[in-house]
């Protein structure tokens, strides 16, 4: 195995032991002494990987932007690309609301990541655009009336909602079982543009939500350039 690659498998290591931390931490933070110990490393070698523990965050959040835009690169039907959408933060809800806390704080806080926050954004858009995509099949696939920018609103919503009530201690003791929710919440958003009938209008939102994602990176680009 080249050096390269032996560098890569170990950062690849490094970020799912950092991330499956943060996790059981329960408070969105871990220190890189605590790191290094899991791993059996020096701390000086998580540093050739990462220069800051910021950094390392943003790095995972990266990481889980990437897998995401993956998934919803999959392609065998309209009705199979939604449920996967609605699924996203169902299935690990603890992970999508943790990075998504971790995001805003090194937003607010952190200096000297704006070309890594960059390369996030980069993701992110190529993934919305894919999203507006599969909305936009699928409403096609069904003859529904409801616009693109409505039905990812709400699956978005419902993922955000639902991923809270799956991560809550007080769901888990009244409410009812991750299964049958999940279940509940997939079936909503598949059945819930059926009850649109087709318009006679076109439905102008998916070029009009691309338009502004594609302004938006040009927009970014420009700044990072300037």
């Given at each position: 195995?080249?050096?390269q690659q032996q560098f890569k498998d170990r950062e690849e290591s490094?970020?799912?032991?950092?991330?499956?931390?943060?996790?059981?931490?329960?408070?969105?933070?871990?220190?890189?002494?605590?790191?290094?110990?899991?791993?059996?490393?020096?701390?000086?070698?998580?540093?050739?990987?990462?220069?800051?523990?910021?950094?390392?965050?943003?790095?995972i959040i990266i990481r889980y932007e990437t897998t995401l835009f993956?998934?919803?690169?999959?392609?065998?039907?309209?009705?199979?690309?939604?449920?996967?959408?609605?699924?996203?933060?169902?299935?690990?809800?603890?992970?999508?609301?943790?990075?998504?806390?971790?995001?805003?704080?090194?937003?607010?806080?952190?200096?000297?990541?704006?070309?890594?926050?960059?390369?996030?954004?980069?993701?992110?858009?190529?993934?919305?655009?894919?999203?507006?995509?599969?909305?936009?099949?699928?409403?096609?696939?069904?003859?529904?009336?409801?616009?693109?920018?409505?039905y990812l609103s709400t699956i978005w919503a419902i993922g955000q909602?639902?991923?809270?009530?799956?991560?809550?201690?007080?769901?888990?003791?009244?409410?009812?079982?991750?299964?049958?929710?999940?279940?509940?919440?997939?079936?909503?958003?598949?059945?819930?543009?059926?009850?649109?009938?087709?318009?006679?209008?076109?439905?102008?939102?998916?070029?009009?939500?691309?338009?502004?994602?594609?302004?938006?990176?040009?927009?970014?680009?420009?700044?990072?350039?300037?």
């Open positions: 195995m080249s050096r490094i970020l799912a032991t950092a991330e499956q931390l943060l996790l059981d931490s329960g408070n969105g933070d871990i220190t890189l002494d605590m790191l290094a110990d899991q791993l059996d490393l020096a701390k000086g070698t998580l540093y050739k990987h990462f220069g800051s523990k910021d950094e390392l965050y943003l790095r993956a998934i919803n690169n999959i392609d065998d039907s309209p009705g199979a690309n939604v449920t996967r959408m609605v699924l996203q933060q169902l299935l690990s809800p603890q992970k999508a609301l943790l990075l998504n806390q971790i995001e805003e704080r090194l937003a607010s806080s952190a200096t000297g990541l704006n070309r890594m926050f960059a390369e996030l954004y980069d993701i992110r858009r190529a993934r919305m655009k894919r999203l507006i995509d599969i909305t936009s099949s699928y409403l096609d696939a069904v003859g529904s009336g409801m616009t693109t920018r409505d909602g639902g991923a809270g009530l799956l991560n809550s201690s007080f769901y888990q003791r009244y409410l009812g079982r991750r299964d049958t929710l999940r279940l509940a919440l997939v079936r909503q958003m598949l059945d819930l543009p059926k009850q649109y009938p087709r318009r006679d209008e076109v439905d102008t939102d998916k070029a009009d939500l691309v338009d502004q994602i594609d302004n938006e990176t040009k927009a970014h680009r420009d700044n990072l350039d300037g």
